[in-house]
């Protein structure tokens, strides 16, 4: 039988370690017959991702730090060379600068507010900019998102507001790129345990409120988010665009 993704060129952007989303999406994608590119985002990390992207047979790997658009113009270059066509972004990028992530909001400071949308929000447009053009048989774009966009979340703070921007980027460019067959949606993960996690304060805590919490009493599994988005990137989606699933044990409707 036919994998879901044969034939499928995927780009997954923000693998760090074996921790990050981005791998165990990679991996569930790569599962159903994805040939994938990887970016790193600099020389720091650059040896840990070849590492685990050379378990993936075929895998294309390039440099990408998105604040820098001559970059990203290098990567779509190298992406047209080596796929011709791509059928897929999965955007699982986000930074703030710790200080930013603990104590009250209301503190942020300007060139911080800065540094984590343009890390974390604008990085969606910069790439999706450069890569629906390649997407010449349609295609599906995803990024990760977190509740820290639509409630107010202890430290997480300039992140959700740059979550917020994020989402709304996807309804806009979903608006813009759907005459061309191309989707763009938004996963929303519960807290998992990664290098980004960490950089919040007392993020402990919030994971141990949403496994006694949520609807499913436990925490979010990195292999459910890549599942979810497998169905992203695959045409079981195909009527699904500018929208924010949440994989989260259901702790995203909770009230009191
Ligand atoms: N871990 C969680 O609890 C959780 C929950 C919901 C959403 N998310 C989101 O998932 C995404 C992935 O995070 P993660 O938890 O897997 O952590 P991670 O640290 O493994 O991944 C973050 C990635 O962002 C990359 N990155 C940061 N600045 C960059 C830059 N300038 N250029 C290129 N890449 C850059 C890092 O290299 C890293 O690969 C983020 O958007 C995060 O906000 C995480």
Redesign the pocket.
Known sequence: MESMLTGKNILI?????E????WAIAQSLAGQGARLAF?Y?NER?EERVRKLAEKIPDAVILP????VDEEIDSLAAALKERFGVLHGLVH????AKSEELEGHYVNTSRAGFALAHD??AYSLVAVAQRMYPLMTEGGSIMT???LGSVRAIRNYNV?GVAKAALEASVRYLANDLGQYNIRVNGV?????R????KGIKDFNSILHTVEEKAPLRRGTDPAEVADTALFLMSSMSRGVTGGVIYVDSGYNIIGV
């Open positions: 952007m923000g693998v760090a370690n921790r990050s989303i981005a970016t985002e990390v990408c730090n998105v604040t699982s990028i986000a930074f890390i974390s990760m998102t977190y992140m929303s993960a519960g807290p998992i990664t290098l980004a996690a």
